[in-house]
């Protein structure tokens, strides 16, 4: 039974709109059965901190009532920020102001709300609380965060290679010195992960299909704020209007602004890709009816350093009949990097039997495991398909 | 490799249109993985159709190539005439004509579009084709379309119970006498199958909450067509609003008509709902409201004879603050009937190993078959909770 | 983690035994993939008891510790009587004796090993406690013995409507008025349950090939005791030679033949077969050679009153060329009746939102449910192919 | 439907022996689900093989009726000539000759039999046929044998990171130049197979608890022989018998040694075990109790250059009461080496869209796959436990 709390937040509408924000953005234009949503990840997510805390308590780890509740809050609402099609839009939508900030927010704005029941989620969740294992938890190199979203990707994706041993690897977690680690049995299993995730971002979240369909909605929506800007009428929900037609920094985003974002999300978008299919500027047209019936951009992977851009612009520009500054709405270059185990950041630690920690990196008999702190990046060229 | 003609339909917009047609309606209020789309189903069904097709011919039935491209071009198109929210919204939005009607009309487009290719995919659909089998694979009490969707609403939802052995099923097809008929030794995987069905019917399709859920949006839709009737501004997309502002029959349902109801998708309802919730008109703002933020009416099962509803939207007329001839707006009752195998309709049946074909009914050995023809009736009231 | 109790009766030589019992006999002739073991499916159950008490619990029942150990106890030994093959050589090994009634001498012989630890186990394993639902969990309608086996039994065979929900069965299970009962919004996966339970018994454990090779093996094992009684020389492994050449009773059945018993398993069952392929008694021969290479008899299904058994065997015995009162080896009928809810022993009870219970055949709507306790029964006959 | 010929190959008593033969060993002592044979692998393989063979046809590759038959054949034979426990006690019952051999031998007098209709297949299995493509199907770094084993081995024990797509694999299958390659974009599945190996060598096949049961299985063998040697009278049944009594090599593997050999499974050498357990030879008989009631050796890793051994013999030797030369059955170092990518034997070929081919360590963006190639090593002690 989940405390009374968890209960009330998941009923406040700024949780319920989560319901209508998908978790993989356009990737089911690759894998059809990706509908899933951030409402159903957060629940996920939940589950498996209402199984880590239990574990971690049975190794003699001292977590009082209020800590797990306050973690299960912080977990419930880490994603809370996120806009339409997730990460796809953050950028467009809302300049310079991250999905992680927009999170805090409107956590504040829920604490205000719930008289201040969510003070300790907060703590923790901005890893101010001083038993760091609880922020690691919710956000670090093997929180439930990234082991609900693999196994529920991979679930609805179809795409075995991502499969993991959640259940295995939170019976493996203890906290030591004050650090969550990892027990040393539990190595395979962490491998595995850091594997998977890797294929993951590669055959699913990179997928270079899926990169095109979101980077199309991104130059749609950056078409349609340029023509915004210039005062061109755009018909769309009041709320996407709102933050269509003004700009944004993290210090006016409160009151009507929060309360507007809380009005976003994937409908908005969707519902303006319709209306504006038959617009009158050709290239916002163009991109929105080409989104809606998934008649994608051509793709081509190139070398990084391939300087042909303004020469292929030109020629899409003719072909198009758009003005040359124009071009770049429908022929660019996008370059992604990506590390499967980030270094620079905190690390999966390993506690052997003599209770000696060590970064995985080193606690594994298996060179390669450093390779996944390497970034690897590609360099994908889309374009208007010229007849 | 699918035949080039099944891509360019998959390819067309009214198919993938269908990527915003939600299989399941609002049931992923109860079951939240239920976000599956009728683009996936009918994918999914094509799939087993080109898996029942080569078995059939195994068997020694001859099916030329042209009447497998048909078969796969029906079962494809089968629900192609679905609106939003499949079956919720059928009637209130388009009183009086079927989906069923919708397909054929927009098989018929699509046809003159594709130079008559579809003619005999059309034939088959409308059951006009002497091999009437192949109308059997598309829509019979044992067709691809059944097998398809309980093996994926069973998965989506993670209701274990829906589980069935399609591709067991499959392989027991033959044909006899013109007829689809189902091999002995699978009889106990036909009886599972519509044991499974009975069980997805009552557990999902007609889950009381669900059931809720879909009747709150019915409401939402004829509060708003009342009010349109009334020449009440109602903030809309284009095509709902021509749904909503004017009535249809299967008479003039062509041309234009066709061409708008090719626009709607879950999306127009779904935005819709987000401009009517701060409606001046309480109760269609009341149901937006409550439908966007999963506050649903109280669900009871009652008698079927029950006559106090009229006591009942009194109260709830005197609560909510509304004309009592609103209050069926808030408070009514519903009685569904299911049958999980429908006698009246063609049977399914089993051929034995000396080729005698009995239903299913008569070949099973145990009684409680005869049961499942029994249509099974409840009756629940939902209403507005009064303070 | 485990009490220290339950793991030295996991390493204790009579439960390691289990290891070396199948759990489903001969059913891999039919199902390659049923080679899961009695050791497996008694850890299996323990968990599920492991997951029963905490929410029987939950819900305000009083389980103090001790209780919990002695359930999980009897859980764990609750088939540790099985000899070789589990079921099918129950009789021919030991006449008279069930494996019940084996359980409870090896159970009072490790109790008087573990110094009286196992004592209100086996209270609870005999339904001598006073807290009858223990007993119930244990052995009943619904016990987590059924709930493992239907589980593990269709993951090993691949019989996909065999899986049921286990998990959320326990979920829904309370105790009221000392007795078991189940939450009424259980009540579908309750029928799904019995439903499943009747087609596992007839796709799989009562498969007619499986009986097949089952009474091949009890024909085999009774023509080696009818040779045993006439001093002819078996070779064999010392423990089977005991109760090859002796009879038991469940009188004498302690001391140095309860210690031979815990000798065997299905090794001695397999090697004796071996041995016997070259055995100068021809049927001895056939049958084993038989059973080894999985040359089965033919089977068909008959009338249960049909009388031509006698003229088949006097066809056999000339083409076998074995004596015409030996022909019983080689043809003979099986008849088997099963009911899938059996009404004369306990009842699957359900309790309402209100209280009051009621049995599941009356607690449900669905008129079918009466008809699983009427036993269906059929009739078979095997025989010896006649060239 | 399956050719008549593989239906009699599979019906042979050679094959059905393969029933009595574990994959997997002693891994059920860890993974107490895997207790799957190498018959349900050996169709299992047969199976991906009929699914291998028309993708390669479907992409323009001429593979006649009678090549599938004859790769059929040698998939379904590959691991005809296992001995009991699979690769465990391929040494000390035979030494010196490989199951392969044996494999050859078998399929050698299978040929006999069935009058030369497997010549073909013999050829394609000892890599003498000059289409090498379908050599490599059956024994190459990407055979259907480890498509097979991986998935069948990770669906018995439940390690899920042995998850592989077997069947994207096989659909990436081409050849070229003579070559088995996979289709680059098939290059994610690839290294997620060459991971999930990894995974499955060190979690599963090696874990260190397997091993030891392993190894105190050959020491009691070896002891066996040593004491048959001296004239020792072993009771076991006769084809154990042959084996423990006589040398061999594959110069006199033929004729009776090979019927006997055909005679040999997991059986024999089990029912050995219970009767030695009583057998006054003490070592002899603690292995073979300790083996029964799995009550195994102390297991540590240490550093493979550790010089006491002879030191802890000769505690071993006073603790159990046996000479100091006899104390290499009681404690034992053993050093294993892996490498998931076996570099020196043929490679993984990947062809990209413009027909050029690398083996997929070049191909891969991705260094850690050069690491595969490098043999891990570890050390492992195992001992008797001193009171």
């Known amino acids: 039974m989940h405390h009374p709390i968890l209960l009330e937040i998941i009923d406040h509408p700024f949780f319920q709109r989560l319901r209508r924000i998908s978790q993989l953005g356009l990737t089911n234009y690759v894998y059809p059965g990706a509908n899933h949503t951030r409402f159903h990840h957060a629940l996920g997510a939940l589950r498996l901190m209402k199984m880590a805390i239990p574990t971690l308590r049975d190794k003699g780890n001292q977590i009082p009532e209020e800590e797990e509740i306050a973690s299960c809050i912080g977990i419930l609402l880490h994603d809370i920020g996120h806009g339409p099609y997730s990460h796809a839009l953050e950028n467009p939508i809302i300049k310079g102001v991250s999905h992680e900030e927009i999170s805090i927010l409107m956590m504040d704005?829920?604490?205000?709300?719930?008289?201040?029941?969510?003070?300790?989620?907060?703590?923790?969740?901005?890893?101010?609380?001083?038993?760091?294992?609880?922020?690691?938890?919710?956000?670090?190199?093997?929180?439930v965060d990234r082991l609900d979203y693999l196994t529920r990707?991979?679930?609805?994706?179809?795409?075995?290679?991502?499969?993991?041993?959640?259940?295995?690897?939170?019976?493996?977690?203890?906290?030591?010195?004050?650090?969550?680690?990892?027990?040393?049995?539990?190595?395979?299993?962490?491998?595995?992960?850091?594997?998977?995730?890797?294929?993951?971002?590669?055959?699913?979240?990179?997928?270079?299909?899926?990169?095109?369909?979101?980077?199309?909605?991104?130059?749609?929506?950056?078409?349609?704020?340029?023509?915004?800007?210039?005062?061109?009428?755009?018909?769309?929900?009041?709320?996407?209007?709102?933050?269509?037609?003004?700009?944004?920094?993290?210090?006016?985003?409160?009151?009507n602004t929060l309360e507007m974002f809380a009005q976003l999300d994937d409908n908005d978008v969707l519902s303006a890709l319709k209306y504006w299919k038959n617009h009158r500027d050709p290239i916002l047209a163009y991109l929105s009816n080409a989104l809606l019936n998934r008649n994608l951009f051509l793709i081509r992977q190139i070398e990084s350093n391939r300087n042909d851009l303004k020469l292929q612009e030109q020629k899409v520009s003719n072909s198009f009949g758009c003005k040359i500054e124009d071009a770049s709405f429908l022929v660019f270059d996008l370059t992604i990097r990506h590390a499967a185990y980030d270094i620079q950041h905190d690390k999966i630690l390993i506690i052997s039997k003599d209770n000696s920690v060590k970064d995985i990196v080193e606690a594994s008999d298996f060179t390669y495991l450093k390779d996944l702190g390497v970034p690897v990046s590609k360099t994908y060229r889309f374009e208007y398909q010229i007849n």
């Open 109 to 143: 704005e829920l604490n205000r709300q719930f008289d201040g029941k969510l003070t300790l989620a907060i703590e923790i969740f901005k890893d101010q609380y001083h038993k760091r294992f609880l922020h690691s938890l919710i956000s670090g190199q093997l929180d």
């Open 153 to 255: 990707d991979s679930f609805f994706t179809g795409v075995n290679e991502g499969v993991i041993s959640h259940d295995r690897i939170l019976k493996m977690l203890d906290v030591y010195d004050g650090k969550l680690v990892v027990e040393q049995k539990g190595i395979y299993s962490i491998e595995s992960f850091l594997i998977s995730r890797r294929l993951m971002y590669w055959q699913v979240y990179l997928h270079k299909t899926v990169l095109c369909a979101e980077m199309m909605l991104i130059k749609a929506m950056e078409r349609a704020k340029e023509l915004a800007k210039k005062g061109v009428e755009l018909p769309c929900t009041d709320a996407l209007r709102y933050f269509l037609y003004n700009d944004f920094s993290i210090m006016n985003f409160t009151g």
